[in-house]
């Protein structure tokens, strides 16, 4: 079946390092989505990419989705203690329906 | 924007006792309905997708008759954890889809213990 996989596990930062996380995908994704959930918390929607080496940003957030639609990044440009978290990556395949989450990156900021 | 409300947020039962929670999407309408489960430091992995009037979708590997799915209406599924055990102490975590999108807007969670 579909697999998603996310590195790394875990990323610990100096305040003001930049960071970044990846998703590779075992098939083809119809799209994919990023989530931020902070500690004891539910995950919340940062964005979806959908179009071939689509590139998107927010702020200090850069997401990219590959050409080949199979694997994805998140850049985290110059982190803040607020970035603390774990980010979660979730494609959906081309059948539809699903969303196959990765295993998450959690990021620690030193400040 | 789209606002899904999980209850009980927290719960602590007994074994052997069934637990039920409650997942409703308060400003919209939601045909497809996910339920999660989360470990401790890990990701959530899918239970079942529930479609409202219809028999819910189970992952491999999950009981059905363990883990009761209704979605008896557009803005309201429930999953219902029959003769809990110890090991099915987990975060429980519902999603939904609004409409025909694709984002996926979760509950807070259900944190389960089980004694």
């Known amino acids: 079946g579909q697999q998603v996989m996310q590195i790394p596990q875990y990323q610990h930062v100096q305040e003001g390092e930049d960071f970044t996380t990846y998703c590779n995908s075992s098939?083809?994704?119809?799209?994919i989505q990023w989530y931020k959930q902070r500690p004891g918390g539910h995950p919340v929607f940062l964005i979806q990419?959908?179009?071939?080496?689509e590139v998107k940003k927010q702020k200090r957030l850069t997401f990219q989705f590959g050409e080949a639609k199979k694997n994805s990044s998140l850049h985290i440009t110059a982190t803040q203690t607020t970035d603390v978290g774990t980010y979660f990556c979730?494609?959906?395949?081309?059948?539809?329906?699903?969303?196959?989450f990765g295993q998450g990156t959690e990021l620690s900021v030193k400040p | 924007g789209a606002v899904v409300s999980q209850h009980p947020s927290w719960v602590i039962c007994k074994s052997g006792t069934s637990v039920k929670i409650e997942c409703r999407s308060l400003?919209?309408?939601?045909?497809?309905m996910f339920w999660y489960r989360q470990f401790p430091k890990q990701s959530l992995m899918l239970m079942a997708t529930?479609?409202?009037?219809?028999?819910?979708?189970?992952e491999q590997g999950v009981e059905k008759d363990k883990f009761l799915i209704n979605h008896a209406s557009l803005t309201l599924s429930t999953l219902t954890v029959t003769s809990a055990h110890p090991e099915d102490s987990s975060f429980y975590i519902c999603?939904?889809?609004?409409?025909?999108?694709?984002?996926?807007?979760f509950g807070q969670g259900t944190r389960l213990t089980v004694v």
């Open positions: 999603s939904a889809l609004r409409g025909s999108g694709t984002e996926a807007f």
């Open positions: 098939t083809t994704l119809s799209n």
């Open positions: 990419l959908v179009k071939s080496g």
């Open positions: 979730a494609g959906r395949g081309n059948q539809g329906g699903k969303l196959i």
């Open positions: 400003d919209f309408q939601a045909t497809t």
């Open positions: 529930s479609n409202e009037g219809s028999k819910a979708t189970y």
